[in-house]
Each structure stands twice: as C-alpha cells, then as structure tokens.
C-alpha cells in the first residue's frame, strides 16, 4: 500500500496544567464567544471562560508563542534534511490537524510548501477527523494522481501537529490528556523506492456516529465505545492480513485508561510500550510507528505492528506495519538505509 | 480501477444549497453595525448589495439543509447509500465542530443511509478548497473503480463577530451559506474539463498583517489572470469562448481588470451572485451552478468557475456538457480531433 521512507517526531517539553482547557492565549480564538461561536465551542465552555480548574496533570506544551504551523514546519523541515534530492519528488503535501492554529487567517500545508518544499503542486490540511486523522492522509497518500497530475512526484509529505487552546477541552479526566505535539513522514506508493522504514500493508479506517454526547458522557461510556470500534478495524485488518497472532505487536494511542490492554488482551497480541505517557494528539499514529520501528531496530529483525488511533469523536483506525530493521536512527526521528 | 480514463469521466451528478435567512441588504446591515460610508460605497460600487446570516444555525444544521435541498433536486434519497467518498469543505476557520468533535458523525449520524468508507475535510486554501475538493473526489473515484460509487462533497462557512468580520474586503460581503455538491461518473449534469490550481506560497499566513493584506489585495487579480492563462492552455479552451465565467461572487472590480486583461468579454461573466448572493466562500461554486451554470451546460455550453482566496491560492476548474471523452474541449486549432464525441466538439 504504502513506503515510508523518512519520519521526524516532535514533542516539546513537559509542563503542568491545572485546567481542563487549552492554554489561554489572549485575544486568540475569542470569536468562538460570539453568539455564532457557539457552535464551534465546546457546549460545556461557558461564554468567556477560559479555564475550567481539575487535578493537575503533565503535557508536553508548546511554548506560548510556538505555533501548531511552527512545530509541523520543524518536523517537516528535519525529516527532509537528510533527504537530498528527495524533496523534487514530492509531488503533496497533506497535514493533518484537529486544533486550530493559533493565527487562523493561515494555512500550514501552504507554510510547509512555502518554507520547505516549494514546487509541490498539491497540498490540504485534512480535518475533521479528530485526533485520527492521520491514517486518512495517509491513504490519500496512496491514492494515484489524475493523468497529468504529476506521476513523477510519487512521494508525498505527510505531517500532524496540534496545539491545544482554551476554550477547546485538552483534558478529559479518566480518559486521556491532549500533549502539543508534531510529526511528519515521507510516503509513497508500495513498490517504487528499494528503501523504506517501514511498508503500511494495509488499513481500516472507519467513523461513526457517536450513541452519547461526546462533551457529557462518562468516561467509561466513551472508553468502551473506543474499545469496540478499534477493536472492529483492528480484527478487519487482521484477517484481511491472516496474520498469526503471535507474530503481530499492538501499539496505539496513549490513554488514561489501559485500552491498549484490553484491546491486546481481546485480541490476544503483545504490546509494544506506549510511545509517551500521554495522547500525542494528532501525531500519535506517527509516534506509535516510530516505536515500532525502534522496536525492530533493537530485535534487528522485521516487526509486523498493528498501530490503531481512535479520537473521542468518533473516528477509529487500524493500521498493519511492517518496520524494517536496518531503518537508520536520526536524532529526532528515523530515516531508510540509502 | 479503470486502466483508461480522463477527468471528464467525472463529474457532478447535482448540486444542494442553503442560504440561511432572507436575503440582508447590505446598506441597512452596514448602517445598523456603524460600518464607515465611504465603504459601504465601495461595496455597492462592486455590486454588493445582498447577503444571507443566520447566527442560530450551526454548521451541521446548515449542512443537513443543503443535503435536503440537493435529495430534493435528485427527486429522491436513496443515493446517499451510494456515497462511498464525504468530504467537506470550508473557507472559514471557525466553521467547524469543537475539536475532537466531528461534523462527519453528526451527518452520519442524521443520516442511517449514508456510511461512506472514507470522510475527510480539505482546508486551509480558503475559497479555492473546493476546486481541490471536486479533484480529490474524482481521483478517488477513479482509484474506486465502481461506477456506481459517488462522493458527496458537502460545504458550510459561518462569519463570526461583528462587521468587521463580515466585510473583510471592499469587493464583498462573507455570507453565510452551505452546499452539497454530488460527484460521480453517472447521470452527470456536467462533467470535468481540467483543473488547474496556481499557489503563490509567500501569502500563507493570510491577510495577518497589513503588509499581508495590502500584498493579497495588490496581486490577487494578477494571479488569478496568470491561472486563468495557464487554465486555457491546459485545457485548449479559450475562456473567452466558454458560455461563462462564474467567479466566486466577490471583487467585481477585480474581474472587470482581469476581463480587460485576457480580452474576455464582459458579458461572460456572470455577476447576479455577487449582487444576490454574497460571497458564501466555499458555497460560491454550487450557488452559480444552480443560479446560472448548470442551465448552460444543459444548453450544450462549457462554463469555468475560477475561486480565489487571501492566502495565495487560486483555482479554476472547467465544467462541460457530460459526453467528452477527452477532457480537452477544445477551442485551440487541432484540439477538436482528440474528441469526437461530446456535443461541442462533434459541432
């Protein structure tokens, strides 16, 4: 399905919060208290309420003034450093984001193409997908282009960042806490590269309406209805696959609760170690694949990964990985063998 | 998949809209919000005049109404069960669910017939997303394969705030305003004829700053006469041969330049939804169709619909009369060989 060839992980340093709301940055998405905001906030937020006190928890959280478009256009920029020629066959860009920037009049895939990759001819923030939206970009990536519409440029750049702002919820208690976070990777098609880090052989990627009202439900409610949903993609995947269970490792969003034990129990699979002791937010798939490869670097042998992401709102996904080996150790991310 | 295919094996099959409210004039909503009458001069000068709100309705509310009004131009329901492909598009950052929330599981969840495989929003090329849009709709399509597979590519843009807010520019008035537009590769009102997306990268971080605001508004005609050049030779259609121009229905006075430019008769352009209409961002490409466009192509013509946006993205995607096989409904010498199908080419 899938090659990539490149990935860069970008998490910034850990601070303590004491509010179930974003940072609160001034004059920053003050539109959503607008009576026509109300729509986009969460109905739990108060009109002018900014912070909403809950036990104190550790995220890593980008600096007040480092935006979700600076951090994409970090990760992106070092995942491509060492790439060479590479970037002349990048023919899209596709960023996913489920938070707003904090300077919304801007476009991140525009910034990276600006900033790093200047002729692609095709680029799109793929949205609405929650904190899943990575396996979307993903399989557009795999999606051929219309004729003429650059069969030279087979790779393209695909990145997640986000950066949690008051009044949007960062943390659900019981659940999961959002952390800032970015990462990027280069994909192509399967079949076109000799090197990879690691081959995506197939995903189930799935959204359904949600049976509660995601800002009220409790908490086990919302776990247990994550639980069968990834559980559904990942058991697709998995006999699409006909893998043995014993050679196949789960890794997957970071929560509160241990869903990635009782996921890997119903499905009788091994776990890999979480990637961080917090949900990464939209680039948690790309860090779940990089522990996978890690993974496989250190048994210096290949490793097949079921990687799934599940957002609150309703969107789930299971991916099978294969992580090579020999993929070469960067300082922030891994890169294939050239 | 199909192993031989062109653009023009695509198309739209039909297209929904809503305008939320009765139609606002512009002059009233201007005094009323204490709007400066030199601007409300320069709007009017540009054609503005009405507009639609509607601060009640959310953008899913919008959604489902525009949905409703495209089953009832199909005459019926049951091709949502067909959709295979949702996605959405929107201009305006805010116009969204809080994030985690999702728009798709609202509309899944209103709908128990629609379970498409894939749903995604494309954004962050303001009014020009919807071009990219319909391409994305029709490469996976094409990588789809099943005839019968449609996507439906829904829309909604939502102003927030005052005034300020809503009159962005001089050229035009941000309306409120969803759309829903039906892709596929059967039963098409028109079909795809090219799709030419030109960016000019410097402009990403929007009108942010007056050196911004003052760039976009220097060079937006330019560039969009440079796309517009480019359209045509791709294509090998003469814009000013199409049976019309839709623009997005903002910045008349922009047009009038890039008309003057490209020796494009006036006449061509179809000015009515800036007047009647406002600029509903992303829903501009559904509202001229309905409005004007799609009556054309009945009428055997080729429209071209060419977005804008103030973050250096424009777009322009042509619409032909469903049956050239080619996608090259051409106007330069020559061209007309590669079809002998389609209505225009065979005339």
Known sequence: MLDLHALDLYRPPAAAHSSRLGAKEPYVNTHLFDKAGAWSRPPTVARGVMAIACDAFDVPTAAAAERSTDMASLVVGRMLAGQGGQSARVGAILHAQCTLDQQKLGSTPLRLRHDHLPDVPRYATIGQLGTAGLPTALRLAACPPLPGGGADRPLTCVSAADKWLAPFVQHFPGLLSYADAAAACLAAPSGGHAYAIAHVLDMEISTRPLPYDLWTAPAQAQEDFIFAHVQDCAERVRRRADFRRAGLRLIGDCMAVPLGERLAGSLGMARLPDAAPCHLSSASALFSIGTAIEAAAAREQILDALVWTASLGGQAAAMLVRCRPDAVRTQTGWTARS | ?347
Not at chain 2, 308 to 326: E, F, Y
């Open chain 2, 1 to 347: 998949m199909r192993e031989m295919f062109t653009i023009a094996d695509f198309g739209i099959v039909e297209a929904g809209i809503h305008l939320p409210g009765a139609p606002r004039d512009i002059a009233e909503y201007a005094q009323a919000e204490g709007v400066d009458a030199a601007r409300v001069e320069a709007l009017l000068a540009g054609r503005v005049r009405w507009f639609h709100m509607d601060e009640d309705q959310s953008d899913a509310d919008m959604i489902f109404a525009a949905i409703e009004n495209l089953c009832a131009r199909v005459g019926n329901r049951k091709f949502l069960a067909q959709v295979t492909y949702l996605i959405y598009v929107h201009s305006q950052a805010f116009s969204m669910a809080a994030p985690p929330e999702s728009l798709f599981s609202a509309l899944l969840g209103r709908y128990d017939t629609l379970r498409p495989s894939l749903s995604f929003s494309v954004e962050h090329a303001a009014c020009a997303s919807i071009v990219m849009a319909m391409e994305w709709a029709a490469r996976l399509l094409h990588q789809d394969g099943a005839t019968d597979a449609l996507a439906l590519v829904v829309t909604s843009d939502r102003v927030f705030g005052n005034a300020q807010w809503r009159i962005r520019q001089d050229g035009g008035v941000q309306s409120d305003g969803a759309s829903a537009l039906l892709v596929g590769t059967r039963g098409l009102r028109c079909c795809f004829g090219g799709v030419t997306v030109s960016t000019y990268d410097r402009l990403h971080d929007g009108p942010a700053s007056p050196a911004n605001e003052a760039a976009i508004a220097r060079t937006t005609w330019l560039h969009t006469r440079q796309t517009l050049r480019e359209h045509s030779k791709l294509t090998g259609m003469d814009a000013a041969h199409a049976a019309a121009i839709l623009p997005i229905n903002a910045d008349y006075l922009f047009w009038l330049k890039i008309a003057e430019a490209l020796h494009i008769p006036l006449e061509k352009f179809y000015f009515d939804g800036i007047t009647q209409r406002g600029h509903a961002c992303s829903a501009d490409l559904a509202v001229n169709l309905i409005d004007h466009g799609l009556a054309l192509v009945d009428a055997d013509g080729w429209i071209l619909f060419c977005a804008q946006s103030n973050l250096g993205v424009i777009a322009a995607l042509t619409l032909m009369p469903p049956g050239c096989r080619t996608g090259r409904h051409a106007t330069a010498p020559g061209m007309q060989e590669d079809c002998a199908e389609c209505s225009i080419c065979t005339r």
